[in-house]
């Protein structure tokens, strides 16, 4: 293309169009090269002795230890590249391989001898494949603008989609998008395309719905210290890059928690970046620094840079391509991009605490509480209530009173005279999140970590930087999913089993500290400081979805009352 660097426009034909030529299967693919950065990392690869070929996104961080099992069963390298692991792993064990891998992709692979096509996604879904068939082609990309791009047919809005973002900020749910047709393979599948046009579809993997409780019996030393064990080498290798590395850093326990086991054990000293907020009680600035000088981290603060979001939003907007759940995203594309400034194009960070290891209140104390009230287990009852890190005793009665007997209809009621165009009666998305387990399983698979997984993944590259997510390491996942919940949740504090395994390694300040941020963001404040952009855009509206009459007659009380709901219908706004 006409970006390519000069090597390749000079060796390479420009390619303006499919159509000029005829063929079965097209294959297209950008690098961003993290390991071995010469040629031999260039794609689509092909291997011609194994007669598979393909394009691949993403990186295998267990690719040495794979590669080693490889070559004792007598493959050969030419390469010290992923891509190259990957393809031959494939090639000895089939659809196998998948579940070798630690680490993050999307790949198409094609059998020549077979005609066959198949695409596969990591565990968790982090690295995006969406797709569209039509009567005789199947479109897959790693974006949705670009099957867009190759469609000769007007594009559908999916009302569902629509309809479940506005009303709960649900994304993604059965893998639809905001776009009619086009849809997102599942996590931990493959997709199997004969030369006919057939598909089959199977899994590799599954996080367990039910916990086993098989280390109830395990104490909780035993627990952390195994904790401990499995975090350490998924930060180990997560290090592995041959270009510039860093970590970015909160200053709560998850970022913390990474900044210190990285700089056990990388040989370099590494550099670590923060938001500093003007608002004293979003500021968490300190806790980042006292974590930076306890490891001796090349520390960097970033000015808040949430007023930046208009300068480029349109930009923005299209790189998401649906609508997302907080201008926060934003803010942080901005430290990423002041990351890459400095050289820095891998970044460790402390995606995946609050969903692994129980971290959010509205989401799980709250539920654990009624969870115990139900089973009469009132001293576990009493200690948690009454010990409760983040809220006294008083401020908890009222919280919970609103969690548990919210008032009927009124906020579902308001939501919906916002709507237009039928999808205000639509029934309500039912998750399973009676119990805390349930909802524990729900966020990590169905309502929050898919999608949250595949934001980021369009924020970084964007750039472009790599983000990696120790805690969201497959081995930890399935570790901690295995706990009893009493070991997440105790004594009144949240990710309790965490703050045990890393009490040796970090201060006091940020293993025990109570009033948890993580990253925040002052959306209200934002949003009072936008009003009047706001209320310009939804004058000027023309959104089928959207009664612009409502909304701007309770512009203000929107923003008071219900900030996250009007972020919400803003995004779809713009969009």
């Given at each position: 293309?006409?970006?390519?660097?000069?090597?390749i426009r000079?060796?390479q034909p420009?390619?303006?169009?499919?159509q000029?030529?005829?063929f079965?299967l097209?294959?297209g693919h950008?690098r961003?090269a993290?390991l071995d950065?010469t040629?031999?990392?260039?794609q689509p690869y092909?291997?011609p002795s194994l007669k598979?070929?393909?394009?691949?996104?993403g990186?295998?961080?267990?690719?040495?230890?794979?590669?080693?099992e490889?070559?004792?069963n007598?493959?050969?390298?030419y390469?010290?590249?992923d891509?190259e692991v990957?393809?031959?792993a494939?090639g000895?064990w089939?659809?196998?391989?998948f579940?070798?891998f630690?680490?993050?992709?999307?790949v198409?692979?094609?059998d020549?001898n077979k005609r066959?096509?198949?695409l596969s996604r990591d565990?968790?879904?982090?690295k995006?494949?969406y797709?569209?068939?039509?009567?005789n082609v199947l479109y897959?990309?790693?974006?949705?603008?670009a099957?867009l791009?190759a469609?000769d047919t007007?594009?559908?809005v999916?009302?569902?989609?629509v309809?479940?973002?506005l009303t709960?900020?649900?994304?993604?749910l059965s893998q639809r998008?905001?776009y009619?047709?086009?849809e997102?393979?599942?996590?931990?599948?493959v997709?199997?395309v004969n030369a006919?046009g057939?598909?089959?579809?199977?899994?590799y993997w599954?996080?367990?719905a039910?916990?086993?409780?098989?280390?109830?019996?395990a104490?909780p030393a035993?627990?952390?210290?195994?904790?401990r064990?499995i975090?350490?080498d998924?930060v180990?290798?997560?290090l592995?890059a041959d270009?510039?590395l860093?970590?970015?850093?909160s200053g709560g326990?998850?970022s913390s928690s990474?900044a210190?086991l990285?700089s056990?054990v990388?040989?370099k000293?590494?550099?670590?970046?923060t938001?500093?907020?003007p608002q004293?009680e979003?500021?968490?600035e300190?806790?980042?620094?006292?974590?930076?000088?306890?490891?001796?981290?090349d520390?960097?603060?970033?000015?808040?840079?949430?007023r930046?979001?208009?300068?480029?939003?349109?930009?923005?907007?299209?790189?998401h391509e649906?609508?997302f759940?907080s201008?926060?995203?934003?803010?942080?594309?901005?430290?990423?991009?002041l990351?890459?400034?400095?050289?820095?194009r891998?970044i460790?960070y402390?995606?995946?605490?609050?969903e692994?290891?129980?971290?959010y209140?509205?989401?799980y104390?709250?539920?654990?509480l009624?969870?115990?009230?139900k089973?009469?287990?009132?001293t576990a009852?009493?200690?948690n209530?009454?010990n409760?890190?983040?809220l006294s005793?008083?401020e908890?009665i009222?919280k919970?009173?609103?969690?548990?007997?919210?008032?009927?209809?009124?906020?579902?009621?308001?939501?919906?005279s916002?709507?237009?165009?039928g999808?205000?009666?639509?029934?309500?998305h039912?998750?399973?999140g009676?119990?805390?387990?349930a909802?524990?399983?729900s966020?990590?698979?169905?309502l929050?970590?898919p999608?949250w997984?595949?934001?980021?993944?369009?924020?970084?590259?964007?750039?472009?930087?790599?983000v990696?997510a120790?805690l969201l390491d497959y081995r930890?996942v399935e570790?901690?999913?295995?706990?009893p919940v009493n070991?997440?949740?105790?004594d009144g504090?949240?990710?309790?089993?965490l703050r045990?395994a890393?009490?040796?390694?970090?201060p006091?300040?940020?293993?025990?500290r109570?009033?948890?941020?993580g990253?925040p963001f002052?959306?209200?404040?934002?949003?009072?400081?936008?009003q009047?952009?706001?209320?310009?855009?939804?004058?000027?509206?023309d959104?089928?979805?959207l009664?612009k009459?409502m909304?701007?007659?309770?512009?203000?009380?929107?923003?008071?009352?219900?900030p996250d709901?009007m972020?919400?219908?803003?995004s779809?706004?713009l969009?």
């Amino acid at each position: 293309g006409a970006d390519s660097v000069a090597q390749i426009r000079e060796t390479q034909p420009l390619i303006t169009e499919l159509q000029q030529e005829h063929f079965d299967l097209a294959l297209g693919h950008r690098r961003f090269a993290i390991l071995d950065l010469t040629v031999g990392g260039h794609q689509p690869y092909f291997d011609p002795s194994l007669k598979i070929g393909g394009v691949f996104n993403g990186l295998i961080y267990n690719y040495k230890e794979v590669k080693a099992e490889l070559e004792s069963n007598g493959v050969t390298f030419y390469t010290d590249c992923d891509t190259e692991v990957l393809f031959k792993a494939y090639g000895l064990w089939g659809d196998a391989c998948f579940a070798k891998f630690n680490g993050t992709w999307a790949v198409a692979i094609y059998d020549f001898n077979k005609r066959e096509l198949v695409l596969s996604r990591d565990r968790l879904g982090k690295k995006p494949i969406y797709f569209q068939r039509s009567a005789n082609v199947l479109y897959f990309a790693s974006e949705i603008k670009a099957i867009l791009q190759a469609l000769d047919t007007e594009v559908v809005v999916n009302e569902r989609a629509v309809f479940d973002y506005l009303t709960n900020g649900y994304r993604d749910l059965s893998q639809r998008t905001f776009y009619e047709g086009i849809e997102s393979l599942p996590p931990a599948s493959v997709l199997r395309v004969n030369a006919r046009g057939e598909t089959t579809a199977s899994k590799y993997w599954e996080l367990q719905a039910q916990r086993t409780n098989a280390l109830a019996t395990a104490s909780p030393a035993e627990v952390a210290k195994e904790l401990r064990n499995i975090l350490e080498d998924a930060v180990r290798i997560r290090l592995r890059a041959d270009v510039g590395l860093g970590v970015e850093l909160s200053g709560g326990l998850d970022s913390s928690s990474i900044a210190g086991l990285a700089s056990a054990v990388h040989p370099k000293q590494l550099s670590c970046f923060t938001v500093e907020y003007p608002q004293t009680e979003w500021n968490e600035e300190p806790y980042a620094r006292e974590v930076a000088t306890r490891f001796n981290m090349d520390y960097h603060v970033v000015r808040s840079p949430e007023r930046w979001f208009w300068n480029d939003v349109n930009e923005f907007v299209a790189l998401h391509e649906e609508p997302f759940h907080s201008p926060n995203l934003h803010t942080q594309q901005a430290v990423w991009r002041l990351m890459h400034e400095s050289n820095i194009r891998v970044i460790l960070y402390g995606a995946g605490g609050d969903e692994v290891f129980a971290g959010y209140r509205k989401d799980y104390f709250y539920r654990y509480l009624r969870d115990l009230l139900k089973r009469g287990d009132m001293t576990a009852f009493r200690k948690n209530f009454m010990n409760f890190s983040e809220l006294s005793a008083p401020e908890l009665i009222g919280k919970a009173w609103q969690q548990f007997f919210p008032k009927a209809n009124g906020n579902d009621l308001a939501m919906r005279s916002l709507l237009n165009n039928g999808i205000a009666r639509m029934p309500m998305h039912e998750a399973n999140g009676a119990t805390t387990e349930a909802q524990l399983y729900s966020n990590m698979t169905e309502l929050k970590m898919p999608y949250w997984l595949l934001s980021n993944d369009k924020n970084s590259l964007a750039i472009p930087v790599e983000v990696r997510a120790p805690l969201l390491d497959y081995r930890l996942v399935e570790f901690a999913f295995q706990l009893p919940v009493n070991l997440l949740i105790r004594d009144g504090w949240l990710k309790w089993i965490l703050r045990q395994a890393m009490d040796d390694l970090l201060p006091p300040t940020i293993t025990w500290r109570k009033k948890k941020m993580g990253y925040p963001f002052p959306l209200q404040d934002w949003l009072h400081g936008s009003q009047k952009i706001i209320a310009d855009l939804f004058r000027q509206s023309d959104n089928p979805f959207l009664n612009k009459k409502m909304i701007g007659q309770n512009l203000e009380m929107l923003i008071s009352q219900q900030p996250d709901l009007m972020w919400r219908v803003l995004s779809l706004e713009l969009w």
